[in-house]
C-alpha cells in the first residue's frame, strides 16, 4: 500500500519560477526522503529530512516535515528546464526496519 | 563506486511466460530491495532483504513472484507465469554502510503482451 499522498499530481511552471510539491504520510516516521526520477531512468535521492527536523536546504531545494500535520513540501527555487521529472516523497518507518514507502509523485515539467 | 546494476534493461514476452530479472547491489551493502514500479505510479515495494534473510515480502505475489538473495550479495526476482499487469518497471535498490540514502539501478522494462 502507499503510505504517502502527494500534490499536485502534475505541476507545469515557466523556468524561473518556484516549484512547491506536497507530500501527506499516515504512520509515525522515523525519516522522510524525496527523490527525482527522470523519464526512463531509475530514482535518484535528493534529500532526506528525520522526524526530529522541520526544515533542511540543499542547494535549490528546501524541504519542510510538519509531523503534527504528518506533511512534507518540497520547494525547488529558481527551476531549470533540467529539473523536469517527477519528484516522489518517500516514508521510512517509525521502528527503522529500513522499508522505504513511496507516494505516488508528481510530474513537474519546467518549460524554457 | 560502481552503482546498482541491473539486467536485462528491457524484456517483452506473452502471458503465461517466465522471466528473470538480476541485480547486482553496490559492493557493501546489506540492504536489498526490489520495487515494482507500474507506469504514472510510485514503486511498491515487493521485497526487502538483509544480507540473504527477508526483512519484508509481504506485497511479494508469492503465486506467481520469487526473489533469493543466496549469498547475501545479487539477487533474482522471478515471475512465472507472467500476466499482463506485470508490465511494469522492475527496480532494484540497495542501502548499506549506517546510510539512509537508498541507491537504485536504472529498472527492468517488463512488457507483457
Known amino acids: 500500500s502507499q503510505q504517502g499522498e502527494e500534490d499536485p499530481q502534475a505541476l507545469s511552471i515557466q523556468e524561473g519560477e518556484n516549484a512547491t510539491m506536497n507530500c501527506s504520510y499516515k504512520t509515525s516516521i522515523n525519516n522522510l526522503q524525496w527523490y527525482r526520477q527522470n523519464s526512463g531512468r531509475g530514482l535518484v535521492h535528493l534529500i532526506l529530512i528525520r522526524s526530529n527536523e522541520r526544515e533542511k536546504h540543499s542547494g535549490r531545494l528546501r524541504v519542510t516535515l510538519d509531523t503534527s500535520k504528518k506533511s512534507s513540501s518540497l520547494l525547488i527555487t529558481a527551476s531549470r528546464a533540467a529539473d523536469t521529472a517527477s519528484y516522489f516523497c518517500a516514508t521510512e518507518g517509525g521502528s527503522n526496519t529500513g522499508k522505504l514507502i513511496f507516494g505516488q509523485g508528481t510530474t513537474l515539467q519546467v518549460k524554457p | 563506486e560502481a552503482g546498482v546494476a541491473q539486467s536485462p534493461r528491457y524484456k517483452i514476452i506473452e502471458k503465461r511466460q517466465s522471466v528473470a530479472f538480476w541485480c547486482n547491489p553496490i559492493?557493501?551493502?546489506?540492504?536489498l530491495y526490489w520495487y515494482q514500479q507500474i507506469l504514472g505510479q510510485g514503486p511498491k515495494l515487493l521485497i526487502q532483504?538483509?544480507?540473504?534473510?527477508?526483512?519484508?515480502d509481504s506485497q511479494l505475489p508469492k503465486d506467481r513472484f520469487s526473489a533469493e538473495r543466496l549469498k547475501g550479495v545479487d539477487s533474482t526476482l522471478k515471475i512465472q507465469p507472467a500476466k499482463l499487469e506485470d508490465s511494469a518497471v522492475y527496480l532494484c535498490?540497495?542501502?548499506?554502510?549506517?546510510?539512509?540514502?537508498?541507491?537504485f539501478g536504472e529498472g527492468s522494462w517488463l512488457t507483457v503482451v
Open positions: 535498490a540497495s542501502r548499506g554502510g549506517g546510510r539512509n540514502t537508498i541507491y
Open positions: 532483504f538483509q544480507n540473504n534473510g527477508v526483512v519484508d
Open positions: 559492493s557493501g551493502h546489506a540492504t
